[in-house]
């Protein structure tokens, strides 16, 4: 138990759920401990406190967080539990009921928690802290430094797209982000840390600068300025906003990797617009065609939800159809969750649970031969590749610029670097791992 007075030499497990952003703001959280005196737990020890940054963004989603929660106040009932994210958000009264939960946090309050802790310290007693969705304004910033080889650079929070299927913005609120300056300043940060990679990552990083005269062409053309950092990745960019100088950009750039993650979500116009998506298939079609014209060798990831309210058999088969013409590399599938408060509640013809499962598969068919044949036309070639640090016994295992992922043998005194790889053959069980061999 940490001690009244003091944290002390406190020990502090955290755990995440959801996003890559959620990371980056773990990794951000856990600084911040340390900076007080807490340190991460290590293998065999016993935490004072727990920290569970949780997702809302589907049933399930809430479920592992609820799963999390009393399976860490069993195993661990001495240790204070701070609940925050998106599940708090939404869902403080509920969590702050649950048993062994002492702090509850919402989206915006993640960076203080060590402040809530010290007045729970004076107290022993639960509290919540959330503030109203509509009240939230303030950008806080976040980057992950030292968990992994890739970094997570937050450059905005929030969204104003309000999709009838979507919870996040009422657990993020409004649409904000961080100044050009201070993200610059973080990425030389993580330059001077020794970091190769960053993840450029948000709610709607699209969306970037809204309300102010820059963008997030004007962001990432500034990033791209940063000595020390050899490669940055986008993550996920409404197609709407991946404009064709974005990807212009990105295929001329030496940093920016051919490598994107693109919502679709769905491949009917009519579920598009049941969903207030904010494009059709014929600009998405556009922005994959746009891609692949200028970077052929682009690694294109594509969110899909299969069984949304309004989809009948035709609409599906028809979303089938537009994925299956598509040049693309990967499915990202996900079957429709409905989320309390949403318009999607007041669409008519509902897509029974086995129904979903079905149309899963079949997407998931679609993926996994989407990657095999994607991944195949790079077998016999040589790529850069990015060496992760190895864990364990396990082979290394490092991302090509296009983001294959490549099992070397190891050696760790390359582990953080950039090394060419002849892309040998890929792995009879997984159609996105490929043997590769260093050239010497």
């Not at 065609?289 to 069984?307: L, N, Q, S």
Request: hydrophobic residues 35%; glycine residues 6%.
């Amino acid at each position: 138990m940490i001690d009244e007075m003091t944290f002390g030499n406190a020990k502090a497990l955290f755990h995440t759920l959801g996003c890559k952003l959620n990371f980056a703001e773990t990794s951000t959280i856990a600084r911040i401990f340390a900076e007080k005196g807490i340190r991460r737990i290590q293998a065999g020890e016993i935490p004072d406190v727990i920290v569970v940054n949780t997702c809302s963004v589907t049933d399930m989603a809430d479920k592992k967080c609820r799963q999390a929660i009393h399976r860490f106040s069993s195993r661990y009932p001495q240790a204070a539990i701070i609940v925050t994210g998106c599940y708090a958000q939404l869902k403080s009264d509920e969590i702050i009921a649950m048993p062994g939960v002492d702090i509850v946090a919402g989206t915006d309050r993640k960076l203080r928690l060590t402040e809530y802790l010290e007045d729970w310290m004076k107290s022993r007693q639960p509290s919540s802290m959330v503030t109203p969705t509509k009240d939230i304004r303030e950008f806080s910033p976040s980057c992950s430094r030292g968990d992994r080889t890739r970094y997570f650079l937050k450059v905005q929070d929030g969204c104003d797209y309000w999709c009838t299927y979507c919870t996040i913005p009422k657990a993020r609120g409004r649409s904000r982000s961080g100044t050009i300056d201070n993200l610059v300043a973080q990425a030389r940060g993580v330059a001077e840390e020794g970091g190769k990679e960053i993840v450029i990552t948000g709610v709607n990083i699209g969306d970037f600068g809204k309300g102010r005269d820059d963008t997030f062409l004007d962001l990432i053309k500034e990033l791209d300025k940063v000595d020390g950092i050899e490669r940055y990745r986008i993550s996920s960019i409404e197609p709407n906003l991946l404009t064709d100088d974005i990807i212009e950009f990105v295929a001329a750039s030496r940093r920016f990797m051919p490598h994107f993650h693109v919502p679709l979500q769905a491949g009917s116009d009519k579920v598009l617009s049941l969903m207030h998506r904010h494009y059709d298939t014929t600009l998405f079609r556009h922005r994959m065609e746009k891609i692949r014209d200028v970077m052929p060798h682009a690694f294109i990831g594509v969110d899909i939800i299969v069984g949304a309210r309004g989809e009948t058999d035709e609409l599906f088969d028809r979303s089938f159809d537009f994925v299956e013409s598509l040049d693309i590399s990967r499915l990202h599938v996900f079957p429709y969750s409905e989320r309390p408060g949403t318009r999607a509640l007041e669409i008519d013809h509902v897509v029974t649970q086995a129904e979903k499962h079905r149309r899963t598969n079949i997407m998931l068919k679609v993926s996994e031969k989407k990657l095999s044949d994607f991944t195949s036309r790079f077998i016999g070639t040589v790529r850069p590749v990015l060496v992760e640090h190895r864990r364990g016994n396990r082979p290394m295992t490092g991302f090509t610029d296009n983001y294959l992922k490549v099992e070397i043998a190891p050696e760790d005194s390359i582990a953080n670097t950039i090394i060419p790889v002849m892309l040998d053959k890929m792995t009879d069980n997984d159609p996105g791992l490929i043997k590769g061999d260093i050239v010497q």
